[in-house]
C-alpha cells in the first residue's frame, strides 16, 4: 500500500453543455448525459464545491455550444453540421442563461479554474461521428502511433476554443488542458510532441488524463514532462461519467480525483447543493483519515508530485 500522501487535485470534465442530452446515437455528442437544460445553478454547484473546500477545482470545458457567429463552419471536423453549422438559434434559446453564466465564470474564479476541453468533444468526418476531438481512438486502438488529427486542423481547433472564449467574455488563463476521452499521444514515436507544440504555443502548462490512455509516456511513474508541459496522471475515475445524485464512498491515494459534471449535480438542479454537501463531506474525511491533502490548485498538485 502506497505511504505517499498526494495534494489531491479535483477535476470536473465536461463543463460548459447548453443541454446535457446524450445524442451520441444519432453521431452528436454524449455531452453530459444528464436530461435537462444545464442552468447557472450547476455552475453554482462547482464553485459551491471549491469554496467550501478551498481548492479551485478544475473544469474541463466544452465550449462548442457558445460559437455565437458560426466561426465553427469553417473548421474541420469541429461539428456535425460542417460548413452548414449554424448555431444561432442555439445561442438565441440560451442567451438568458449564457449571460448569467459568464457574469458568474468571471466573478468567482477563486473556486474553480476553467480549463480546456474542447468544442464539441468529438470529430466529424462527412456527418459522422468519431472518437475524440485531437486524436482518432480508432487508430489508438490499432497500437502503432501516429493517431493524432492533422497538425494544422488540431491547431485551429485549439485556437477555435479561444476564440470563443474571448468572443464570450470569458475571463481566464487556461492552464490545462483534459483531452477529450482522455486521448493523447506523447514520446518518441508517432505524431509524439506535435500536440504538446501546440498546447505550449497557447500557453497551457498542464495536461491531466490518465496515463493508461497516454501513449508513448514513461510507465510507472505519475507525471512527466514534454514540451514544456507537464502531464499528471488521472488514475481511472471512481465514477460514471453521466451518473447524477451520486459521490464516492471509496478511499483515495491518487493526486487526481477526475469526475464529470453530471457526478456533482441532481438530475433536478434543485438537489444540486445537497450533493455538494456529500462530496464536500467525502473530501473532508479522505483528508481526516490522512489520505490525502487538497491541492489549492493544479499548481500546488504538480508541485507536490514532483518533489514527491
Ligand atoms: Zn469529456
Known amino acids: 500500500m502506497t505511504t505517499?500522501?498526494?495534494a489531491l487535485q479535483i477535476v470536473i470534465d465536461d463543463v460548459g453543455w447548453f443541454t446535457g442530452h446524450d445524442e451520441s446515437k444519432q453521431n452528436r455528442p454524449f455531452r453530459t448525459g444528464v436530461n435537462r437544460k444545464h442552468v447557472l445553478q450547476d455552475y453554482i454547484a462547482i464553485a459551491e464545491l471549491g469554496k467550501r473546500l478551498g481548492v479551485r477545482p478544475v473544469i474541463a470545458m466544452v465550449i462548442g455550444d457558445w460559437d455565437r457567429d458560426n466561426i465553427l463552419k469553417d473548421i474541420t471536423g469541429?461539428?456535425?453540421d460542417g460548413d452548414k453549422w449554424d448555431n444561432r438559434e442555439n445561442i438565441k434559446q440560451y442567451q438568458t442563461q449564457l449571460e448569467s453564466i459568464i457574469d458568474f465564470l468571471n466573478n468567482n474564479q477563486d473556486y474553480f479554474e476553467i480549463s480546456m476541453h474542447g468544442l464539441q468533444h468529438e470529430y466529424w468526418t462527412n456527418g459522422m461521428m468519431t472518437r475524440s476531438q485531437y486524436f482518432d481512438h480508432n487508430k489508438y486502438r490499432e497500437g502503432n502511433g501516429k493517431f493524432m488529427r492533422p497538425y494544422d486542423i488540431v491547431n485551429s481547433h485549439v485556437d477555435a476554443f479561444f476564440k470563443i472564449l474571448d468572443r464570450n467574455g470569458v475571463k481566464a488563463k487556461v492552464r490545462t488542458?483534459?483531452?477529450p476521452n482522455f486521448n493523447y499521444e506523447c514520446g518518441e514515436n508517432g505524431n509524439a510532441g506535435d500536440m504538446s507544440k501546440i498546447l505550449k504555443n497557447y500557453g497551457l502548462e498542464y495536461v491531466n488524463t490518465p496515463f493508461s490512455m497516454l501513449q508513448g509516456a514513461p510507465?510507472?511513474?505519475?507525471?512527466?514532462?514534454?514540451a514544456g508541459l507537464t502531464f499528471i496522471d488521472r488514475g481511472p475515475d471512481d465514477i460514471r461519467w453521466n451518473a447524477t445524485n451520486i459521490w464516492p464512498t471509496k478511499d483515495v491515494h491518487r493526486p487526481t480525483f477526475g469526475l464529470h459534471w453530471a457526478n456533482i449535480l441532481g438530475a433536478n438542479h434543485a438537489d444540486n447543493l445537497g450533493v455538494v454537501d456529500k462530496w464536500v463531506a467525502f473530501f473532508q474525511g479522505q483528508v481526516a483519515k490522512g489520505n490525502i491533502t487538497l491541492a489549492k490548485d493544479i499548481k500546488e498538485c504538480a508541485e507536490q508530485l514532483m518533489q514527491a
Open 4 to 6: 505517499t500522501k498526494h
Open 78 to 80: 469541429a461539428t456535425w
Open 177 to 179: 488542458i483534459v483531452p
Open 219 to 226: 510507465d510507472s511513474t505519475l507525471h512527466y514532462e514534454e
